[in-house]
């Protein structure tokens, strides 16, 4: 009761949702009948899971630090993570919407680059206002830091599509998590990757380009 008395209202609401969801993705375990819909179930259930824990992991982490996550900080990557583990995968919001995928590649890459930037600058020693070279070594981190959290996230996706049959990388000539047709030819079957990508590099060149915007102001504030 008490790690749920420190969550948000937001975050307890999302908490409630997936046990339900929870539950009832489990009573329907029941009622299939193949081994194609059962992997695609277990799947379900496994990223409702991770959604749980990534709820639970909030005030856990707050108390393990010692330091309270801002809740606006809560809000925002709870809501991206139902967004994009629920509402994504779960409701197939990936296949019914195309422009889904790409929105929430464009948000991470900018909460990458907003994390990356965070840990970079509670490093002694580095400082972005004291020389370029500071501020040239932030902006090299906080994008390489963005798309290696994304080059993981796309592996992540390509041990799933293996293990359970699905379509998280779109590989296939319908798009949607779970589908089930015909793999695409060639280098259109990297489309949906590398642009996955791309778009995460988007989002950490954007936040890049504040820092680098901010670290100038102050510089000439300064003169």
Not at 91 to 116: E, K, N, P, R, T
Not at 129 to 153: D, K, P, T, V
Not at 185 to 207: N, Q, Y
Request: with cysteine; aromatic share 12%.
């Amino acid at each position: 009761m008490n790690v749920l008395a420190k969550m948000t209202r937001f975050s307890r609401a999302i908490l409630y949702f997936s046990v339900i969801l929870l539950v009832a993705q489990i009573v329907s375990m029941i009622w299939v009948d193949t081994d194609i819909a059962v992997g695609h179930i277990a799947f379900q259930i496994f990223e409702n899971l991770l959604m749980i824990a990534v709820v639970l992991l909030q005030p856990v982490l707050g108390k393990t630090t010692g330091k309270a996550i801002p809740k606006a900080m809560e809000i925002a990557f709870v809501g991206f993570c139902f967004a994009s583990l629920v509402m994504g995968d779960l409701f197939d919001f990936y296949g019914q919407f195309q422009w889904w995928d790409m929105a929430l590649h464009v948000i991470s890459g900018i909460m990458l680059g907003i994390i990356g930037h965070a840990i970079i600058t509670n490093i002694d020693g580095i400082d972005v206002n004291r020389s370029l070279f500071h501020l040239a070594f932030e902006i090299l981190w906080i994008l390489c830091f963005a798309l290696a959290a994304g080059a993981m996230w796309e592996i992540w996706e390509y041990v799933t599509d293996g293990i359970f049959g699905l379509n998280s990388q779109e590989f296939l000539q319908t798009s949607g998590t779970f589908d089930d047709t015909t793999p695409l030819p060639g280098r259109i079957a990297l489309k949906d990757t590398m642009e996955d990508l791309i778009l995460d590099f988007v989002g950490s060149f954007v936040v890049a380009a504040v820092v680098t915007c901010n670290a100038i102001v102050r510089k000439l504030q300064q003169e």
